[in-house]
């Protein structure tokens, strides 16, 4: 028996491809992209938000997570598709259409195969992901060994990743905090849903307001606000490596919070949500397979060509 789709999720997964294509189009059409301000809008919490959606998906698996057959599919469904991209993008980068130019092509296959697993590019949220549900199913496992709730700690060791910048190690920890977050709300999602309407739009603005506000500091790496505060330069590097990371989380957050309700109006819109669900439901294989047409642009430039990619991206 094949089990029903939850659409609501459909739905934020259909929102979180849109605005991964997009951002890659606005980033293959706009040289000074990094300027852009819907660039920096959507690349403040895109990859956070599919890693919170993969967290509400954990919980409604129950028990799977504590079963070997749980790293199983995930490897599968995740590791097998970042292996054969490497070879894929090896192979097709010298077609001019996909756009491909992210690294050394001419390195020969071998260096360029030890290069992406070293320094994990193009579908590197897949290798990403996979390592993330490990740590969780590590912690679940402990967690029925001891009895006790071990996330909390769990995530702050995860953010000892941060400075590793070698087989995607870095990214687990700016990402793992999303997949409990996502996890934890699924769990309490009942009581979520008792908001009233009107502390839910609330909630919506606030969040909103925060997530245009951090945002706009995107990259988060220009010292602010640490420059403004402390003179010392070392002062500056220590104090500013924690704002950027807090800043970074909260803009996350934020932009997940404002996503998230702005999709429970989505969905009263029967059509138009139907159309978000069925993008959704196929926003690993539109991941996956879009990054070969980021080269069309049909000649135009500006937001003209930016829209072309991103029609042809999907």
């Known amino acids: 028996m094949v089990a029903k789709r939850n659409k609501s999720l459909d739905v934020l997964k259909g929102i979180g491809i849109l605005a991964v294509i997009l951002g890659h189009a606005i980033q293959r059409v706009d040289s000074d992209y990094i300027y852009n301000e819907l660039f920096k809008l959507i690349y403040s919490f895109h990859m956070p938000f599919f890693v919170f959606i993969s967290g509400v998906l954990l919980f409604k698996t129950k028990d799977k997570p504590l079963k070997l057959s749980f790293l199983k599919s995930k490897f599968e469904r995740l590791v097998i598709p970042f292996i054969l991209w490497i070879f894929i993008e090896y192979f097709m980068s010298s077609f001019e259409f996909t756009g491909l130019r992210f690294h050394d092509y001419n390195a020969g296959l071998s260096s360029f195969v030890i290069d992406t697993f070293l320094h994990p590019g193009g579908l590197w949220f897949l290798w990403v992901l996979f390592l993330c549900y490990i740590i969780f199913f590590a912690g679940k496992y402990l967690e029925r060994l001891i009895g006790k709730i071990v996330w909390i700690p769990i995530v702050i060791l995860s953010l ?155």
Not at 193 to 204: E, G
Not at 221 to 227: I, L, N, Q, R, S
Not at 234 to 262: C, P
Request: hydrophobic content about 55%; charged content about 10%; glycine content about 8%.
């Open 160 to 314: 000892a990743f941060t400075p590793i910048h070698i087989l995607g190690l870095s990214r687990i920890g700016r990402l793992f905090i999303f997949l409990i977050l996502g996890y934890s709300v699924a769990h309490y999602s009942k009581q979520i849903l008792l908001l009233s309407n009107k502390r839910t739009v609330i909630i919506a603005v606030f969040s909103l307001l925060t997530f245009l506000m951090f945002s706009s500091h995107y990259p988060f790496v220009d010292g602010w606000p640490a420059k403004f505060i402390y003179r010392n330069a070392e002062q500056i590097w220590m104090i500013n490596r924690i704002n950027m990371m807090i800043i970074k989380i909260l803009t996350a957050v934020a932009g997940i919070i404002f996503f998230s309700i702005f999709s429970f109006y989505v969905l009263k819109l029967k059509h138009f949500s139907d159309v978000i669900a069925r993008i959704g439901v196929i926003s690993l294989e539109l991941y996956v397979c879009h990054r070969m047409f980021l080269g069309v642009n049909m000649g135009l430039t500006g937001y003209q060509g930016v829209v072309s990619v991103f029609i042809f991206g999907l």
